[in-house]
């Protein structure tokens, strides 16, 4: 296929994004321009990254040029902001992407080109898919919200908490500066760039699947074939959920993932991309499966020089990790040491004569160091001994269940076929079940945690082996098409069943994420309009705190990223915050609004470099009137800025006065 023929495929993709918004996503034509430029920033940051593979003499991986040119330019500029408050993301992609094109082979181009279309068709996908069931409300978006909006407008390095203001944020951020400076440095609304960003991680975990296929020498098609398995592949949670217990819409679709004793419960890609919570998982899928293919083509046997621009990016990607979803790099580095166990001491020998991975870890962690500094002093790390009710294999069965009955048919054709298996494969299998039993036997951070952020992985790390057994079964494509049917009837299953939950009656299909406030907070929404037209940077505002998962508390913080004196409790002391220290806050909160001294409200407010104070329908249904009338009555200490009102509530929006 020539170059011309590739720009017929690609334009038509590109184009038919302006069909799919007059039914699908009914975005204004100012907002539809701004999609169109993120894809071009997308695209400009691909040459940068197939440059830098072809450099290396890793072609094989240009499938991921999009993933790790946006990786690299997003930790430019975020090493300049510590340094600089200017966002100089688009001068150094400008920069770099020019350079890139005039010296990147045209055969290279036209490959990249291909696997730019690949990621278009999954980006336009997830966007139609996600139009049905837009709305940012529920689970942890809010907070997800919160950290895209506020990492958007930030400008000071390391950030502070934006639902813990004056406390530094001890958490894994780098996903939501990623995307969320892109989504500012483009003028996006933040539902936005929200949905955006969901479509751009899924299109870059198919090329990440891609890469992997590429790397073990499948052709184009194979390889596609492949990508859409990983990305399609479900539980059948539901289904059982479903015929067993009847339950259907959203019950069936929690079901899918709700399938481990005690409560526990584990995701899966595809789950997670149309569930819409832009976690840090989440944001990392694509570059732990990235990370994956790297470590793996070590263990295939890859040689590389120890001091190498290889070696370097190797490092810099696992030790992204740390700064996408630590959780990811911990258990990466338990699974491929098994493997290394597993493959024996010679392994390991040749291994310590020429220690690549500890020495790309160890560059890794200086270029990614301002991370490491700031998520100093989070919530301690906890490892001991599970003593309850463990799951059993019929638990991860229902979790897995489909990935195991391919790779049983794989081996099955491997061993009819006479082919036979690599040590590797059984190495990386044992890897598997240690570490099933690692997470059964043993807790880090939190049970919870542990089985829902090591069954992530496990769900993919299985993925993975039976790419490896598809590796040598090329004649055998018949097989894969029939489970890959049997995925996506799965996935359209989840997909159906997450649609039926319209908490709000909003109006779908669209991306417009926050339109259902036009029906929940009337009253609220004038002031979040005002603060995001109007207001730059992160002042602090005051709003009633809430407990987690209380989707109408923090909520003005949420929908603008300007920081508030406290959020969700619960979260902020996840992240590291003292118990005491929030607890004392929303006990403050609660007495400035039942107060009625307006002078005393005003100098605590002062005190603590508060500038706004939201009194909307939060406020109205906790606190007292007698103690919110101070703020209308006293305008010299409490300017109005936003006054609507519905009913006899007055909603409203104060700046505190000089």
Not at 536 to 541: A, F, K
Not at 566 to 578: E, F, M, N, P, Y
Not at 620 to 637: E, I, M, N, S, T
Request: charged share 15%.
């Amino acid at each position: 296929m020539d170059l011309k023929k590739v720009y017929l495929i690609l334009v038509p993709l590109l184009l038919i994004g302006i069909i799919f918004n007059f039914f699908f996503f009914q975005l204004g034509s100012g907002e539809l321009f701004k999609v169109y430029l993120w894809i071009g920033v997308l695209f400009s940051c691909s040459l940068i990254g197939a440059k830098i593979f072809t450099h290396t003499k890793q072609e094989s991986l240009i499938p991921f040029s999009l993933g790790i040119g946006l990786l690299l330019c997003s930790w430019i500029s975020w090493i300049i902001f510590h340094f600089v408050p200017i966002n100089l993301f688009l001068p150094v992609l400008i920069v770099a992407g020019i350079y890139s094109l005039i010296r990147l082979d045209q055969s290279i181009l036209k490959e990249l080109l291909i696997y730019n279309s690949c990621f278009l068709v999954i980006f336009w996908v997830l966007l139609i898919l996600n139009s049905f069931h837009p709305e940012i409300y529920w689970g942890e978006k809010p907070m997800d919200f919160n950290l895209l909006n506020f990492l958007g407008r930030n400008t000071a390095f390391p950030p502070e908490d934006p639902w813990l203001w004056g406390e530094k944020l001890k958490y894994y951020y780098f996903g939501y500066f990623m995307y969320g400076k892109l989504g500012s440095l483009l003028s996006l609304e933040g539902a936005s760039s929200f949905h955006l960003s969901l479509a751009t991680t899924a299109g870059l975990f198919f090329l990440g699947a891609i890469s992997l296929l590429k790397s073990l020498k499948h052709k184009l098609i194979p390889s596609i074939l492949g990508g859409l398995l990983l990305l399609s592949a479900t539980s059948i949670g539901s289904w059982l959920g479903y015929f067993i217990d009847g339950k259907k819409g959203i019950n069936a679709f929690w079901a899918s993932t709700r399938v481990f004793k005690n409560n526990g419960f584990s995701e899966y890609p595809f789950w997670s991309f149309i569930f819409g919570d832009l976690h840090p998982h989440v944001m990392a899928y694509p570059f732990s499966l990235f990370g994956f293919v790297l470590l793996l083509r070590i263990v295939l046997g890859e040689k590389r020089n120890l001091f190498s621009i290889s070696t370097l990016l190797l490092g810099f990607l696992i030790a992204s990790l740390g700064a996408l979803n630590s959780w990811d790099i911990i258990y990466l580095a338990f699974f491929f040491t098994m493997i290394a166990v597993f493959q024996g001491p010679s392994f390991i020998k040749d291994q310590l004569k020429k220690p690549v991975i500890p020495l790309a870890l160890i560059l890794g962690g200086l270029l990614w160091l301002p991370m490491i500094i700031s998520l100093k002093g989070g919530k301690a790390a906890k490892f001991f001994l599970y003593g309850g009710e463990h799951n059993t294999i019929i638990n991860y069965f229902v979790h897995q269940g489909l990935w195991w009955l391919l790779i049983a048919l794989f081996m099955l054709l491997l061993y009819i076929n006479n082919i036979k298996k690599p040590r590797y494969l059984y190495s990386i299998l044992a890897a598997f079940f240690v570490t099933i039993l690692v997470t059964e036997n043993f807790v880090f951070l939190d049970r919870m945690n542990t089985i829902f952020k090591f069954g992530n992985q496990l769900f993919i790390s299985l993925g993975v082996i039976a790419m490896l057994l598809y590796k040598d079964l090329k004649k055998f494509n018949i097989v894969s098409l029939i489970f890959l049917g049997i995925f996506i009837l799965s996935a359209g299953f989840d997909q159906h069943n997450v649609t039926k939950y319209n908490a709000f009656g909003s109006g779908r299909p669209t991306l417009k994420g926050t339109k259902y406030l036009t029906i929940v907070a009337k009253g609220d929404l004038p002031i979040i309009n005002y603060l995001n037209q109007n207001i730059v940077g992160t002042p602090l505002l005051l709003e009633t705190p809430g407990k987690s998962f209380e989707n109408n508390r923090a909520r003005i913080s949420m929908h603008t990223g300007i920081p508030t004196y406290l959020g969700w409790d619960g979260h902020v002391i996840t992240r590291g915050a003292s118990p005491r220290e929030a607890f004392r806050r929303f006990k403050e909160v609660d007495a400035l609004y039942e107060s009625k001294d307006a002078l005393k409200s005003f100098e605590w407010l002062k005190e603590r470099g508060i500038q706004y104070v939201v009194v909307g329908g939060a406020e109205h249904a906790k606190y007292r009137p007698l103690g919110l009338a101070k703020f209308k009555q006293y305008v010299d200490l409490f300017v109005p800025l936003v006054q609507t009102k519905i009913g006899n509530k007055v909603f409203a929006l104060y700046k505190v006065g000089n």
